[in-house]
């Protein structure tokens, strides 16, 4: 096993085997892991661990973000009709969540108090490891947040 050695064993994985680059990587890493194990055991094998650690794993290719097209997001706002109390509530937080790029629990976990739908509107999002972040919402939400917020009897004095 030298450099040369773990190289060829990369290609073979991805030409051979035909692995994806993220497969490839999670085997090297496995491979690493022991060899640093095995080094720890036996100092003859130290240089062996060093050559596997200074091998790059092959890069992994991102996806590009998908969004909603204009169609599908008509389409998964209309499935709430608006008609009953319910289907009301579910429509304001779909669009709650989809206008300010918000996670479900930002969201769920957000209270009156955090929200300002007159202008400029904006809401307070609390996230991960309680970090907050204020994020402008645009008009159309904001309309939706206050019709909401009225019929529920939980309007406040805007700031």
């Keep these: 096993m030298t450099r040369d050695g773990f190289k060829g064993w990369l290609r073979w994985m991805r030409e051979v085997r035909g692995l994806s680059p993220k497969t490839v990587g999670l085997r090297l890493t496995a491979m690493r892991s022991f060899l640093a194990y095995c080094a720890a055991e036996d100092a003859t094998l130290v240089a062996l661990h060093q050559a596997s650690v200074a091998i790059k794993a092959p890069p992994v290719l991102k996806r590009p973000v998908e969004y909603l097209g204009d169609d599908e997001l008509a389409a998964v706002l209309a499935a709430n009709d608006g008609v009953t109390q319910k289907s009301r509530r579910d429509r304001i937080l ?20 955090d929200l300002s739908p007159s202008a400029p509107a904006w809401v307070t999002l609390t996230g991960k490891g309680d970090k907050s972040r204020v994020v402008p919402i645009g008009g159309k939400c904001a309309v939706h947040l206050r019709v909401y917020m009225g019929e529920c009897g939980c309007g406040r004095r805007t700031r």
Aim: charged share 20%; with cysteine; glycine share 4%.
């Design 94 to 113: 779909l669009i709650t969540l989809y206008e300010p790029a918000a996670r479900v629990s930002e969201i769920c976990g957000a209270r009156v108090a």
